[in-house]
């Protein structure tokens, strides 16, 4: 309901009005009342008037405008977005009949001990993310304030801890690192620049999971790479330490299915050449018949069920060419020599193959079985 506010006065001449409140000239308010018409917590205080002519002035006692009811929130909380581990500060205030308190909500569930008219969080983390408000209460009601939205983004998890690299190849290795807290992933780095100035392909913050190891592969032997591991949670970490690790050298090179050239293959006296598709297999030999490009140093010899157009898959140990041996027995006839150790024993009659051997040019004769050939003798040498 409105508010009237009325003085009297008696001079001459004529006075003139300033109404206050509180002792603050109240703008506009010069007549002799003063009215409010729909009065508000913030309109509660003592009201004077002065009167003023030419011969001075005169103050009116004070009269106060007491409001009954339930206090009026005169400041709400704002809302505030911040990363976790800050501090937060929510602020309120009510006016009305005293005495006033307060209390704080979370989603609506009181906070125990939060009856000031202001609420500090301190630390505070992704799980106090939500709504907060205030009611504040006189004996004649309470009033609720409007709700702040607190929103609480997860910090930057720490940086993790990189580790030796493992399981270290010719064509790549396992990079490692320790669990970094507040992770939920990790991205990867792989470079052959140890400033990470250019990325092997495909390993430029690549998305690795939640795992503490990721094997790289499709790499150059005898090459130095550095890697470096961030945490992810949304937001990333600073990199790890940086990791160097130099694959291993390339393996000797493997003969496979080399064809030779006619002038190469090994014929018979009568000027025959072996032919044939199938590629000579490799199958160990005893330490009595090593093969090696070395003295000393046994690779494996060969064993060869059907003739070959010189095709081979021997792995050498070394270096270096070695001459082949060939040497031809007649179906039929005995054999002249022993088989060869890991060889099934050489019959009598020889009716499915014949023997030929590399020579390196350290060691002694190696033997390993070809398909038969026409019954006559022949030696001849090439090298590869």
């Known amino acids: 309901m409105p508010v009237t506010f009325t003085v009297a006065v008696s001079a001459v001449p004529a006075a003139t009005y300033q109404w206050k409140k509180d002792g603050v000239a109240i703008a506009g308010a010069t007549a002799a009342s003063y009215a409010i018409a729909s ?114 983004n997860p910090a930057a998890p720490a940086a993790p801890v990189s580790a030796a690299a493992t399981g270290v190849t010719a064509a790549g290795f ?106 000579l297999v490799s199958t160990p030999h005893g330490d009595e018949h090593p093969v090696g490009g070395k003295p000393g140093q046994a690779t494996r010899g060969i064993r060869h069920r059907h003739a070959v157009d010189l095709r081979h898959d021997l792995q050498r140990a070394g270096p270096g060419l070695f001459p082949i041996l060939h040497r031809r027995f007649h179906p039929g006839r005995p054999s002249p020599s022993a088989s060869p150790p890991g060889l099934p024993a050489a019959p009598r009659t020889i009716s499915a193959s014949h023997w030929w051997t590399t020579r390196p040019t350290d060691a002694a004769p190696r033997t390993a079985s070809v398909r038969p050939t026409p019954p006559r003798w022949a030696t001849s040498a090439t090298r590869f």
């Open 39 to 152: 009065p508000g917590v913030a309109d509660a205080g003592t009201y004077t008037v002065v009167a003023t002519n030419s011969a001075g002035f005169a103050t009116s006692a004070g009269a106060a405008l007491t409001l009954s009811g339930p206090p009026t929130i005169t400041l709400d909380p704002v809302s505030q977005t911040v990363t976790a581990g800050a501090n937060v500060t929510f602020t309120a205030a009510a006016a009305g009949p005293a005495p006033i308190t307060y209390q704080w909500k979370k989603n609506s569930v009181d906070l125990g001990g939060a009856t000031d008219a202001s609420l500090t969080l301190m630390n505070v983390l992704v799980s106090d993310t939500g709504s907060y408000t205030v009611v504040a209460t006189n004996t004649l009601g309470s009033t609720p304030s409007a709700a702040a939205l607190l929103t609480v």
């Open 174 to 279: 396992t990079a490692n690192w320790n669990a970094a807290a507040g992770a939920t992933g990790y991205r990867l780095d792989v470079s052959t620049d140890v400033a990470f100035g250019s990325f092997v392909t495909g390993y430029q913050d690549l998305d690795v999971g939640a795992g503490l190891t990721r094997s790289v592969s499709g790499l150059s032997a005898s090459t130095t790479y550095y890697y470096r591991v961030r945490a992810f949670n949304g937001l990333a970490s600073a990199s790890s330490a940086t990791i160097a690790v130099t694959t291993s050298a390339a393996p000797a090179a493997d003969l496979v299915n080399d064809t030779f050239s006619d002038t190469d293959r090994i014929g018979g006296a009568d000027g025959s050449n072996t032919s044939g598709t199938a590629p």
